[in-house]
């Protein structure tokens, strides 16, 4: 790791030299996450996201990992998805299954996708009813301090607008306090319908993972960590802050660029 922080409100920064050094501490990080909460609760319940982040989770599907983990104990869901065919090129599911879940032995009915055969509202609101059936059965747990579910890892990339999961800046989504999965029509960035978890689950989590790279995220990077004062953006990053959870987030040098070093160990 070239560098790594801690910034007290805003999780564990963990910087890397090259793009290989982070997908083999993102691959460390999930493993012993998984570990740990098979150990203790007989299962681990894992979010995904879209976007660069599977590419980066590739490590888990080679030798030590695709061996070593105990593929059969996970719960597989999304943090957000796009609500289109399961086999369209945009979709969070298809990206997931072609670049993880077909290459280890996840058991197919733990894969928790969403209805792609219905409106974004009908799939947010059958999303959150499975979900709900999900935490009675306690395959995913259910947090000390809120209703919501507790998930023992959520995984989030970033947007270079500082978007995280269907969660973008200055939407309403982002006021949602009540349901656990919500719906947008309208993405800034296509495709326009999507059911994303509301900023209540994303801070619910027992671990929240933000894993960034590239220049064109230095500047949400920044805005999402950094102390610069009462008048910056409130990006949707800056909110992901995990209640009772822990907060890592996974940078390479590019997308580290722009913090501040008062935030790094150098
Ligand atoms: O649209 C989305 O974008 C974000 C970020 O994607 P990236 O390719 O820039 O890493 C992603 O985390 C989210 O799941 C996805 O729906």
Redo the contacts with the bound molecule.
Sequence with gaps: MALSGAHKNRGELRIHESLDELRTDLADYVAELSEASVKERGVFAIAL?????IGLMGKLCEAPYNKTVDWAKWYIFW????VVAKSHADS?YKLAKDGLLSKVPIVPSHVHSINDSVSAEEAADDYEFAIRQLVKTRVVSVSEISDCPKFDLIL?????DG????LFPNHPALNEREEWITFITD?P?PPPE?ITFTLPVINSASNVAVV?TGES?AESVHLAIDDIGADCPLIPARMVQPAMGKLVWFLDKLAASKLEDSNLNK
Excluded: Q, T, Y
């Design positions: 996201s879209g976007g660069s982040l943090a957000d998805e796009r969070n989030l990339g970033l947007g270079p978007h995280v999961a269907s993405s960035k999507r960034v995220k």
